[in-house]
């Protein structure tokens, strides 16, 4: 798991088939893909060790504005027009969970890969993120006081009607389609609107303040939203009033330790664990994590109600 602004080092390490001996091939190419599926790094040539043979390595700077999430890595060895093609990947995010990670599971990485707790952890994050926030969609907008009036052709600046706009993405950063080229799978909030022939438009939404919700709206070439309109929408998350960041954290760090607990039991390999007399202590263990995630849940999100 990497940050924006870090470098990611890829090694690799090419072998005969039949004697396991190392060697250097013809060539040796790395491509690597973001989560949106955009290729960053097409075929580039990896760097040989020069004193060993048969390593290479090639290094990638994150940039800082790189999306988060899981990207793929292929490299492509060739020997006499044979080609050999291994897969990895790597997580980008906000933070390195990875060590909180093993430090609350106890798991080490004699067990499970980093880039394999990476993912899992990345799988948590959106599961908690789903969970933590409260989602709105096909909301209208609500008068800006300093501006007075909704869209009648010319005004462009208003306010959501429930606030504050989240960081579902947990970057740092509330964006809209305005303040961000994005796809919109990685905006904070994004909205339509329908013309007066019930036609359908995307609009480009500029986050001025997530707090009080104040935005700009316009159509997709950045002119006003015509007064002849038949409505217009939002589809955002809004923090809770006990959300925590801190908190939030360790939420997910447990259920990713709880994930990772159940994926191991999972493995087909009998051991002393899958034996009547271990099973219940392991599955005291494994509810452990989980309800301490759900604890430190219900501190942050919004609480659930039952009745009227």
């Not at 250097?24 to 790094?41: E, H, Q, R």
């Not at 070439?221 to 923090?239: C, K, L, M, N, R």
């Amino acid at each position: 798991m990497y940050e924006r602004g870090e470098t990611f080092t890829h090694a690799a390490t090419v072998r005969n088939f039949s004697t396991k001996a190392k060697e250097n091939p013809d060539t040796i190419t790395i491509t690597i893909t973001s989560p949106d599926g955009t290729i960053l790094v097409t075929a580039a040539s990896m760097v040989s060790d020069s004193i060993t043979a048969g390593d290479y390595t090639y290094n990638y700077d994150i940039p800082a504005n790189a999306l988060y999430g899981e990207y793929k890595v292929e490299v492509d060895s060739t020997i006499d027009s044979a080609v050999t093609t291994g897969l990895e990947h790597f997580v980008v995010f906000s933070w390195d969970m990875v060590h909180k990670i093993r430090r609350y599971s106890g798991i080490e990485k004699t067990s499970v890969k980093d880039d394999d707790v990476a993912g899992i952890g990345l799988e948590a994050y959106h599961e908690v993120m789903d969970d933590v926030y409260e989602y709105h969609r096909g909301i209208t907008g609500i008068c800006d006081p300093d501006y007075g009036v909704m869209f009648n052709g010319t005004n462009t600046v208003i306010r959501t009607k429930h606030t504050p706009i989240a960081d579902h993405d947990f970057d740092g950063y509330v964006y809209g389609t305005g303040n961000i080229s994005r796809e919109s799978d990685w905006v904070d909030i994004t909205g339509y609107w329908y013309d007066s022939d019930y036609a359908k438009h995307e609009t480009k939404v500029t986050v001025t303040d997530n707090v009080s919700g104040r935005i700009t709206v316009t159509q997709t070439d950045d002119s006003a939203i015509p007064s002849t309109h038949q409505g217009v929408y939002f589809e955002y998350w809004v923090e809770w009033e006990s959300f925590n960041g801190k908190i939030l954290k360790d939420a997910i760090a447990y259920l990713a330790s709880h994930n990772l607990i159940l994926r191991m039991t999972e493995l087909h390999n009998a051991t002393a664990a899958d034996l009547p007399s271990n099973q219940r202590k392991i599955e005291l263990n494994l509810n452990r994590f989980e309800r301490k995630y759900e604890k430190l849940l219900d501190m942050i999100s919004k609480p659930a109600m039952e009745g009227v």
